[in-house]
């Protein structure tokens, strides 16, 4: 494998999106149903509309930074231009332990919902078999990787726009009971209860940031990821807003016996058996298209590390046949087997940790870029590169305030790992940037 070799510039806006949204995973509004649902007091509706608005300000934060830096990186190119060096690092350090964690989770609930359908395969079996699948598609190409993603993507559109007719066709047969009125249930719910809601439902929206890894595969990035933010971002509150108010009325007293099954139980309330075999069936694919969309997130910022000579040159290696870094991949892949013996639990406790880091300096990137360094000042400035991120990075601060103890001290415990990695790569004698770090620290 060669450094000389660089990445392929393939991807277009409607495969950034795709990669986004697999990275997303729509069906997340299911597979959470009963936690969000309980979070909210009911007013699912309401939490998503306030978690957008909250969130929008940070995707916004991105896509102005990936106009001021088309490469790869994401929040570690964004904090280490903008901001500083060393301060990259330890942002670019939380955000791998977002990336990587995410592989984790989606091999282990794929395990998870494969052994709830075929109890005699045991869960290791599958996981090590998506893991396999996963690596290999992302050896061959960020395209096919894409291409696959777009048709499990589209399976899930097709999906909550179904389900979305289906409770459509049923309120004209008469069976609203909630009336028109999206917010008639809130009676008695607490606007504290909808906020803490919306922290919770936040967490839907995550992934939006994994694609601005891939700008250097993306053809004219500088126009197509911000676009691309914004479509996902955009895209995914509408799937939300509908199901949930959809369901809100409809269903406005909806019980279900475990949060965990809620959206399962919903199926099966809805359309029987056949519903719900329909939707387990998507499922299992939404998963298996999140772990490519996540491996190819998390190999290209390695890989981005390795160029810049903060993780050895091996990271920054590409395949002259594939133009793909498979160092990473497989690494990558090796790190996901962890699924075997970690728990979800701990798992989202690190991503939660790392895509929170990210979300925070980004936007304070933003300021640093624009408005200190760059001095602007114009009333167009102030609002969208000042006040627009400021208000992102209050909303994220907040989050960072419901952390458990648990997620505080898994991650801070990485950050103390990564300071000491840092501290032994600077002790040793300087290294010359790999071909292509000069491309970056150019723009």
């Known amino acids: ?196 809601g919306a922290s919770l439902v936040c967490f839907s929206f995550l992934g939006f940031d994994s694609i601005t890894t891939m700008a250097e595969e993306t053809k004219d990035p500088k126009k197509t990821i911000p676009r691309a933010i914004m479509v996902i971002v955009v895209l995914a509150g509408l799937m939300y807003f509908a199901t949930a108010y959809l369901i809100q009325q409809m269903y406005p007293s909806f019980s279900f016996a475990s949060a965990d099954s809620a959206g399962f139980e919903l199926m099966q309330s809805i359309g029987g058996s056949v519903l719900a075999s329909v939707f387990t069936f998507v499922i299992i694919f939404s998963i298996l298209s999140q772990g490519m969309s996540s491996m190819t997130t998390v190999t290209r910022l390695l890989f981005v590390m390795g160029r810049t000579s903060l993780l050895p040159k091996t990271f920054a290696s590409i395949h002259p046949k594939f133009r793909t870094p498979v160092f990473n991949i497989v690494l990558a892949s090796v790190i996901s087997l962890s699924a075997l013996f970690i728990s979800l639990e701990t798992a989202i406790k690190f991503v939660n940790f790392g895509a929170l880091t990210a979300f925070l300096f980004v936007n304070l990137s933003v300021i640093f870029h624009y408005i200190v360094r760059e001095k602007g000042r114009t009333p167009k400035d102030l609002i969208f590169r000042l006040l627009c991120p400021l208000l992102g990075a209050g909303f994220v601060l907040y989050l960072v305030t419901l952390l458990d103890v648990s997620s505080l001290l898994l991650g801070g415990g990485w950050l103390v790992f990564g300071l000491l990695f840092y501290a032994l790569r600077r002790a040793k004698p300087a290294v010359h940037e790999a071909p292509g770090a000069e491309m970056e620290s150019a723009v």
């Open 1 to 196: 494998m060669s450094n000389n070799i660089t990445l392929k510039r393939d991807l277009s806006l409607s495969h950034v999106v795709t990669m986004g949204l697999a990275w997303m995973s729509p069906m997340i509004f299911f597979t959470s149903f009963g936690v969000l649902h309980e979070g909210s007091g009911g007013m699912l509706l309401a939490a998503y509309m306030l978690a957008f608005i909250a969130i929008v300000f940070t995707a916004a934060s991105y896509g102005q930074m990936a106009k001021a830096f088309p490469v790869s990186g994401s929040a570690y190119t964004y904090v280490t231009k903008a901001m500083n060096p060393f301060l990259g690092f330890v942002v670019g350090w939380a955000v791998l332990l977002d990336y990587l964690f995410s592989c984790i989770i989606a091999v282990l609930m794929f395990g998870i919902n494969l052994n709830a359908q075929f109890p005699s395969v045991p869960p290791a079996v599958w996981i090590i078999l998506l893991t396999a699948v996963v690596m290999a598609i992302n050896i061959i190409g960020i395209k096919t990787s894409a291409n696959v993603s777009k048709i499990f993507v589209l399976m899930q559109i097709l999906f909550i726009a179904g389900f979305c007719a289906l409770l459509v066709y049923n309120a004209l047969q008469g069976g609203i009971t909630a009336g028109l009125d999206p917010f008639a249930a809130g009676k008695g719910v607490s606007f504290s209860s909808i906020l803490a």
